[in-house]
């Protein structure tokens, strides 16, 4: 009897002991914060993909046009049999298909040459005015990728399909051929100078971290420098340039605007003008299971990137014996190879904002002599017999509260996700060791993997109807910050976590000891210390939600319009001055943004 008792005592003291640790457990503020995230996190990305999955088996009301058999709210296979494995399959699925692979190797391959051969002469050469060269080769993935697009038009176009021919034919009086004006050749040239910048931030960094002495042993050796080049300096920077190719492959395949501006012309289609051709055209469950095939596609290269990179034993290049680095003499060469860089600098950043100024202030298309320059697609008072009598996008009250809307979007939104990234990256540095934190940190990486037009595919799949007491956000200014603050989570985490791993334990615990609640330690501790190192993560938001469209395309209504969704909307009614036009004033408003924040948080100065 005294055994038992005991042994229920036992049970009882381990049980309460149980309860005590949990109940410590879940009073730690980075665990509170946490799991308050997770179902955060849960709302914003788990939940719509969930819905969007199960909306592919279920039958549409706008089926009934497409199947006799269709029951609005049954089970069926229907729509996976119809892109699969149909007679339309090749249309919908494969083609589009084997059109985005192979739009994403050529950028890639293009981009990666590009950006490799400016960062080896920015960090290893002796080449001049290596400052600029490093500032302008950020320039182009500041701006919207569709820029390059629509120069390319004002250029290239010719009039057996748009009507109106561009600036190589009015000047030569050669037409260009459809493949030049149209299609996967100017989709792969301009997103090839949009996305170079990639390789070139990865690869000049990982060149500036090589002791060039690995590389004078090889000239001690005998080797020349195209030997020692491709034996001794890519090998080392071989992971930087793995990510940098998949990085920008996955970009690609997932781009929306560029592949509709230059593809749509002669049908040229990719799998995100495909799903934004099937849900625009009421077959929504069909357009889902491309965004699924687009999200398997990006998470396989991804996982095959960590495989690729994981079976290299090692790529050490720095150790403790010091370090040098010594610059290669271009000699002679030195001035031919400037002019060379100052050419992709001038075609990447300079060429494409003149060409697109020059579209806004011709008044007919396809005229651009001195006779026919005017500023009235900028400041015209409207009423017109032009583009419908409406005024100038500087006079226009529409055009105006549209940069309202895409100005107040982007800075709630990274407002909005920069503080989330700092809330998540305390969370995951506090808690690094321990599962709920590191499944955080795992969470807010999965948009990274959904293309911009299969998140907003996820995103109209959900949040056209009412979810419990949640009302429908389908049309609302809320429903565009949630999905771009979701989307760009991968990036303000990374800089919370960046931010919180130079803030040092000891200043919180020293508080803590001083009696001040968690609440007060957070705020007058960690936030003031973290806010500036974050702001990179408050500038790439702003940056990314202004030139956003692939992400809010579907998702936009006439109160909600952005400047970027209106550029397609003007580009589809072929206003190319107006869309031109707007495109300049995004391009203005996000240097301008970028400017502003950095001199608010003063990150420019030096303490």
Same mark, same amino acid.
């Given at each position: 009897?005294?055994?038992?008792?005991?042994?229920?005592?036992?049970?009882?003291?381990?049980?309460?002991?149980?309860?005590?640790?949990?109940?410590?457990?879940?009073?730690?503020?980075?665990?509170?914060?946490?799991?308050?995230?997770?179902?955060?996190?849960?709302?914003?990305?788990i939940?719509?993909?969930?819905?969007m999955?199960?909306?592919?088996?279920?039958?549409?009301?706008?089926d009934?046009?497409?199947?006799?058999?269709?029951?609005?709210?049954?089970?069926?296979?229907?729509h996976?049999?119809?892109?699969?494995?149909?007679?339309?399959?090749?249309?919908?699925?494969?083609?589009?298909?084997?059109?985005?692979?192979?739009?994403?190797?050529?950028?890639? /391959?293009?981009?990666?040459?590009?950006?490799?051969?400016?960062?080896?002469?920015?960090a290893?050469s002796?080449?001049?005015?290596?400052?600029?060269?490093?500032?302008?080769?950020?320039?182009?993935?500041?701006?919207?990728?569709?820029?390059h697009?629509?120069?390319?038009?004002?250029?290239?176009?010719?009039?057996?399909?748009?009507?109106?021919?561009?600036?190589?034919?009015?000047?030569?009086?050669?037409?260009?051929?459809?493949?030049?004006?149209?299609?996967?050749?100017?989709?792969?040239?301009?997103?090839?100078?949009?996305?170079?910048?990639?390789?070139?931030?990865?690869v000049?960094?990982?060149?500036?971290?090589?002791?060039?002495?690995?590389?004078?042993?090889?000239?001690?050796?005998?080797?020349?420098r195209?030997?020692?080049?491709?034996?001794?300096?890519?090998?080392?920077?071989?992971?930087?340039?793995l990510?940098?190719?998949?990085?920008?492959?996955?970009?690609?395949?997932?781009?929306?605007?560029?592949?509709?501006?230059?593809?749509?012309?002669?049908?040229?289609?990719?799998?995100?003008?495909?799903?934004?051709?099937?849900?625009?055209?009421?077959?929504?469950? @069909?357009?889902?299971?491309?965004?699924?095939?687009?999200?398997?596609?990006?998470?396989?290269?991804?996982?095959?990137?960590?495989?690729?990179?994981?079976?290299?034993? @090692?790529?050490?290049?720095?150790?403790g014996?010091?370090?040098?680095?010594?610059?290669?003499?271009?000699?002679?060469?030195?001035?031919?190879?400037?002019?060379?860089?100052?050419?992709?600098?001038?075609?990447?950043?300079?060429?494409?904002?003149?060409?697109?100024?020059?579209?806004?202030?011709?008044?007919?298309?396809?005229?651009?002599?001195?006779?026919?320059?005017?500023?009235?697609?900028?400041?015209?008072?409207?009423?017109?017999? /032009?583009?419908?009598?409406?005024?100038?996008?500087?006079?226009?009250?529409?055009i105006?509260?549209?940069?309202?809307?895409?100005?107040?979007?982007?800075?709630?939104? @990274?407002?909005?996700?920069?503080?989330?990234?700092?809330?998540?990256?305390?969370?995951?540095?506090?808690?690094?060791?321990?599962?709920?934190?590191?499944?955080?940190?795992?969470?807010?990486?999965?948009?990274?993997?959904?293309?911009?037009?299969?998140?907003?595919?996820?995103?109209?799949?959900?949040?056209?109807?009412?979810?419990?007491?949640?009302?429908?956000?389908?049309?609302?200014?809320?429903?565009?910050?949630?999905?771009?603050?979701?989307?760009?989570?991968?990036?303000?985490?990374?800089?919370?976590?960046?931010?919180?791993?130079?803030?040092?334990?000891?200043?919180?615990?020293?508080?803590?000891?001083?009696?001040?609640?968690?609440?007060?330690?957070?705020?007058?501790?960690?936030?003031?210390?973290?806010?500036?190192?974050?702001?990179?993560?408050?500038?790439?938001?702003?940056?990314?939600?202004?030139?956003?469209?692939?992400?809010?395309?579907?998702?936009?209504?006439?109160?909600?319009?952005?400047?970027?969704?209106?550029? /397609?909307?003007?580009?589809e009614?072929?206003?190319?001055?107006?869309? @031109?036009?707007?495109?300049?004033?995004?391009?203005?408003?996000?240097?301008?943004?970028?400017?502003?924040?950095?001199?608010?948080?003063?990150?420019?100065?030096?303490?």
């Open positions: 009897m005294k055994s038992q008792k005991a042994n229920g005592a036992a049970v009882s003291y381990s049980l309460q002991a149980r309860i005590g640790r949990a109940r410590n457990y879940l009073r730690q503020p980075h665990i509170v914060m946490s799991i308050v995230l997770l179902l955060i996190l849960t709302f914003l990305v939940i719509p993909v969930v819905k999955f199960y909306t592919t088996f279920v039958w549409q009301m706008e009934t046009r497409l199947s006799r058999a269709a029951e609005p709210g049954s089970f069926t296979l229907f996976w049999k119809r892109v699969f494995a149909s007679v339309l399959s090749d249309t919908m699925l494969w083609i589009p298909l084997k059109n985005s692979i192979l739009t994403g190797l050529g950028v890639s /391959f293009f981009a990666l040459l590009i950006g490799i051969f400016l960062a080896w002469l920015v290893r002796d080449i001049p005015y290596r400052k600029f060269i490093a500032a302008a080769a950020v320039i182009p993935y500041m701006v919207p990728s569709y820029i697009a629509l120069s390319w038009l004002t250029l290239f176009k010719n009039e057996r399909v748009g009507g109106v021919s561009g600036i190589f034919q009015y000047l030569t009086g050669i037409v260009p051929p459809d493949w030049v004006s149209y299609g996967i050749f100017p989709i792969i040239i301009t997103l090839s100078l949009h996305y170079f910048p990639y390789s070139f931030l990865l000049s960094a990982a060149l500036t971290s090589i002791d060039s002495r690995l590389e004078e042993s090889g000239e001690i050796l005998g080797a020349s195209g030997y020692i080049l491709r034996r001794i300096t890519l090998p080392l920077v071989m992971p930087a340039i990510s940098s190719f998949i990085l920008t492959f996955s970009r690609t395949i997932g781009i929306f605007g560029t592949p509709y501006f230059l593809g749509s012309p002669v049908r040229f289609f990719t799998l995100p003008t495909q799903i934004y051709s099937s849900i625009n055209n009421r077959n929504s469950a @069909s357009g889902f299971i491309l965004a699924f095939v687009l999200i398997g596609i990006s998470s396989f290269i991804i996982y095959l990137n960590q495989r690729m990179v994981g079976e290299r034993k @090692s790529f050490v290049t720095i150790g014996k010091g370090f040098v680095v010594t610059r290669t003499p271009l000699g002679k060469y030195k001035y031919y190879i400037l002019l060379i860089v100052f050419f992709i600098i001038l075609i990447s950043v300079v060429l494409p904002i003149l060409l697109l100024t020059v579209e806004t202030v011709s008044l007919y298309p396809g005229n651009y002599s001195f006779k026919n320059l005017t500023l009235l697609f900028w400041f015209g008072k409207g009423g017109t017999t /032009f583009a419908e009598g409406e005024a100038g996008i500087l006079r226009n009250p529409a105006l509260q549209t940069a309202w809307n895409s100005i107040k979007l982007a800075v709630v939104s @990274s407002v909005f996700a920069g503080f989330l990234g700092i809330f998540i990256g305390y969370a995951v540095v506090k808690g690094r060791r321990e599962r709920l934190p590191r499944l955080l940190e795992q969470i807010s990486f999965l948009p990274y993997l959904v293309p911009g037009i299969a998140f907003g595919a996820l995103y109209l799949a959900l949040f056209t109807q009412r979810i419990g007491p949640i009302p429908a956000l389908y049309g609302t200014f809320t429903l565009l910050v949630l999905i771009n603050a979701a989307k760009e989570l991968p990036f303000s985490s990374r800089a919370g976590v960046t931010s919180m791993l130079q803030i040092g334990a000891e200043l919180e615990e020293a508080s803590e000891i001083a009696g001040a609640r968690w609440g007060k330690r957070f705020r007058k501790i960690i936030l003031p210390l973290s806010i500036r190192s974050a702001v990179s993560g408050f500038i790439l938001v702003f940056i990314t939600v202004m030139r956003e469209l692939a992400l809010v395309i579907l998702l936009v209504t006439p109160k909600t319009r952005t400047l970027t969704t209106m550029t /397609f909307r003007y580009q009614q072929g206003y190319a001055q107006f869309s @031109s036009a707007i495109s300049l004033l995004v391009v203005i408003i996000i240097f301008a943004g970028s400017y502003i924040a950095k001199r608010i948080t003063k990150t420019g100065e030096k303490d």
